[in-house]
């Protein structure tokens, strides 16, 4: 390594144009995805307490959102469900309904907005009355095989109903081949499946499960199938098994805490990575800026940079839209 004066670090950082000309990474609109709380109805629009500047949408109100989007060119919208209580049964059978309020939101956003790919979540914790994610025993331990199997089912009405990529969420056994095989069944052959690969029993999830009004207590948790946050070779096995049964794109979950994670799987693994910024971390930042401790526009934006720098291929976070307008900006 050449020593200083003869290379001087700072020589490359002194105009906005060298520092530019000489980054490693780039965040685009096209990396984001936006998330998005879907609730029945029409005319609705309701606030999330934990998650300041994030609503629920009735499908007609999301139109104005996604009409954003497509503009924007972000490429992918993620969208999950909040029920009724009375929709809520301890077998989650409202997330196999094709008739409820995901698949007909699918239907006729695809309708609409052909060119914005959907991506629906399969897990049943919005539909459970315990709020875990899948069917529990009598120790209140979930089943893997038994919910793969609806897990199936849930994924293939959300195929059948125009979702682009299908996203499972719940950590069970097994359940991308399960799937795979389940569309291949049914000649969805174009389906992607973005497997939520590592993903960490966090804490970072408390806001996401207001925003879905998910009925996991605080004395329950996810400990025995979302992974354990002090491992990552977990994770590296994880996602080698996902990528073997057939999932297009690997997820890891939460996101800023989580980045040695993304750089593990993205250097040992030649598959696209995908981080989540979640609710709590939106939250964090959110409470943080709103008592003028940290400048919105810099701290989110460092944020986001920062999972490119990692290696991940796109991030899905609650602040896309608005990330997006601002490159956008910056760019005319
Ligand atoms: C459901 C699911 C969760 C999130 C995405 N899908 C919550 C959980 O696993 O408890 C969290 C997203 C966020 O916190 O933003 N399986």
């Given amino acids: 390594m050449q020593q200083y004066p003869l ?171 399960a799937i795979r095989e389940t569309l291949e069944g049914l000649k969805k052959t174009d389906t992607l499946i973005m497997s939520y690969a590592a993903k960490y029993a966090s804490a970072f999830y408390g806001p996401f499960r207001e925003a879905v009004s998910s009925k996991l207590g605080n004395k329950s948790s996810k400990n025995t199938y979302q992974m354990d946050p002090r491992n990552s070779d977990e994770a590296l096995r994880e996602a080698t098994l996902d990528t073997y049964e057939g999932a297009d794109m690997l997820l890891v979950k939460p996101g800023l805490p989580y980045l040695d994670v993304v750089y593990r799987l993205k250097t040992s693994l030649n598959m696209p990575i995908f981080s989540y910024q979640v609710s709590g971390e939106y939250a964090m930042i959110k409470a943080a800026i709103n008592q003028s401790m940290l400048d919105e526009k810099n701290t989110v934006m460092e944020s986001l940079a920062c999972f490119k720098r990692a290696g991940s291929t796109g991030i899905i976070s609650y602040f896309s839209t608005q990330v997006a307008r601002w490159i956008l900006d910056k760019e005319i």
Wanted: a neutral charge; glycine letters at 8%.
């Fill in 7 to 177: 290379y001087r670090p700072r020589r490359s950082r002194r105009w906005k144009w060298s520092r530019d000309l000489f980054s490693e990474s780039k965040l685009c609109t096209s990396d984001l995805i936006q998330p998005f709380f879907l609730v029945d109805g029409t005319n609705k629009e309701t606030s999330i307490g934990k998650m300041p500047g994030i609503q629920r949408y009735s499908v007609d109100r999301l139109f104005y959102k996604l009409e954003e989007v497509e503009k924007l060119n972000i490429p992918l919208v993620a969208i999950f469900p909040c029920l009724e209580d009375n929709l809520k049964t301890v077998d989650g059978k409202e997330g196999v309904n094709e008739k409820g309020l995901i698949c007909s939101a699918i239907r006729e956003i695809k309708k609409r907005f052909p060119g914005v790919g959907v991506m629906a979540d399969v897990a049943l914790d919005p539909y459970t009355s315990h709020g875990q994610d899948g069917l529990v025993n009598r120790d209140g331990n979930v089943i893997n095989d038994e919910t793969v199997r609806i897990l199936c089912k849930q994924a293939a009405i959300q195929a059948e109903a125009g979702a682009d990529v299908i996203a499972p969420s719940d950590m069970m056994d097994g359940r991308i081949i």
